[in-house]
C-alpha cells in the first residue's frame, strides 16, 4: 500500500473538502492516505501553525478558503516547499462568477448558517429515526420517500442519507409471511421504493452480521433456499405495486440515494405535468 500525508485545509467545517478528497482517492488503488484535518482556518495565525506542520509532515493540500489573502499565502508556502497545493472550489467559484457576473461573498461557513433549508434537514433526519425498521407505520403519508426491502439491504443508511438531502425518508422491512402494513398501499404522496439484492451477497452481508453479534447457530435468515424465496417474495411484491426497484448489490449508499432522488423529482415533475 502506498501512503502519503493529505493536508485539508478548511475555513468552516472541513465537510465539502474532506468528501471531495474522497470521492477523488477511490480513483487510485491501494493507496492509503494519512490525513491532517485543519478546521476554521480563518486567520494567517491559524494558518501559520497549519504551514508549520508541512515541515514535519510534508504532503498534499487540499483547501476550501474563501479569503484571497490565506489562498495566497497557502500556495506561496507550498510552492516554496514544492508542495501540491489544490483548491477544491475556487474554479467552481470562478465559473459560476463568471456565468452569473455576481462577485462571490468571500464569507467562509456561509453554506451552514442557519437558513430554513438546515432546519428542514434536522426535521428530516428526526423523521427518519422515527420511522426506521417500520416504526410509526401509521403516518407513512406524511414521508416524501418509503423504502421497502428485506433485512440488510441498507434502508436505515439510506434514509438517513436522504435525509441529508432533506428528504423524508422511512422505511419499512420485508419479511417473508409477515404481513406489511395496510397503509403502505394506499400512499398517495410519498414515493415508494423497492431495494433488492444479489442472493450470495445477501447472505454474506447476514452472516458478517451474526459472526459480530456472536451468533453462529444456523437459522432461516441465513439459510439459502429461505433467503432466495424472500428475495424472490419482495421482488414480486414491487412488481405488483408498480414499484421502482433498485438493486444494492454493487451500489454504495449514496448512489441507491441519489438515484432514489432521481425517482421523487421525476414523479412530482409529472404530477405537476399533469
Known amino acids: 500500500m502506498k501512503t502519503f500525508h493529505l493536508h485539508l485545509v478548511s475555513d ?53 478558503l474563501v479569503d484571497e489573502q490565506l489562498r495566497r499565502m497557502l500556495r506561496q508556502e507550498c510552492q516554496k516547499r514544492h508542495l501540491p497545493c489544490i ?15 455576481e462577485e462571490a461573498s468571500s464569507r467562509p461557513g ?25 416504526q410509526m407505520h401509521w403516518n407513512l403519508e406524511e414521508a416524501d420517500i418509503v423504502i421497502v426491502g428485506v433485512s440488510r439491504t441498507s434502508k ?44 450470495d451477497r445477501l447472505l454474506q452481508i447476514r452472516k458478517t452480521r451474526l459472526l459480530s453479534l456472536n451468533q453462529e447457530e444456523e437459522t432461516n435468515y441465513i439459510d439459502s433456499e429461505e433467503v432466495k424465496k424472500e428475495i424472490d417474495a419482495s421482488r414480486k411484491l414491487y412488481r405488483q405495486h408498480g414499484w421502482p426497484v433498485i438493486d444494492v448489490t454493487r451500489r454504495s449508499v449514496e448512489e441507491t440515494a441519489a438515484l432514489i432522488i432521481q425517482y421523487r423529482q421525476r414523479q412530482l415533475e409529472k404530477r405537476k405535468s399533469g
Request: glycine fraction near 6%; proline fraction near 7%.
Open 12 to 64: 468552516s467545517t472541513g465537510e465539502t473538502v474532506s468528501s471531495v478528497s474522497r470521492a477523488a482517492l477511490v480513483q487510485f488503488e491501494d493507496v492509503v492516505p494519512s490525513e491532517h484535518i485543519w478546521s476554521l482556518v480563518r486567520t494567517k495565525g491559524q494558518l501559520e501553525k497549519m504551514i508549520k506542520s508541512l515541515d514535519e509532515f510534508p504532503g498534499v493540500v487540499m483547501f476550501t
Open 156 to 199: 436505515s443508511p439510506t434514509c438517513i442519507y436522504l435525509a441529508n438531502r432533506g428528504q423524508k425518508a422511512a422505511n419499512v422491512p420485508f419479511v417473508h409471511h409477515i404481513p406489511l402494513p395496510e397503509n403502505l398501499f394506499t400512499l398517495k404522496d410519498p414515493l415508494v421504493v423497492g431495494l433488492t439484492i444479489d442472493l
Open 87 to 101: 483548491p477544491v472550489l475556487g474554479p467552481v467559484i470562478r465559473e459560476l462568477s463568471s456565468y452569473l457576473n
Open 110 to 134: 456561509q453554506q451552514h448558517e442557519l437558513s430554513a433549508d438546515y432546519f428542514n434537514r434536522v426535521d428530516a433526519i428526526n423523521f427518519a429515526m422515527a420511522h426506521d425498521d417500520g
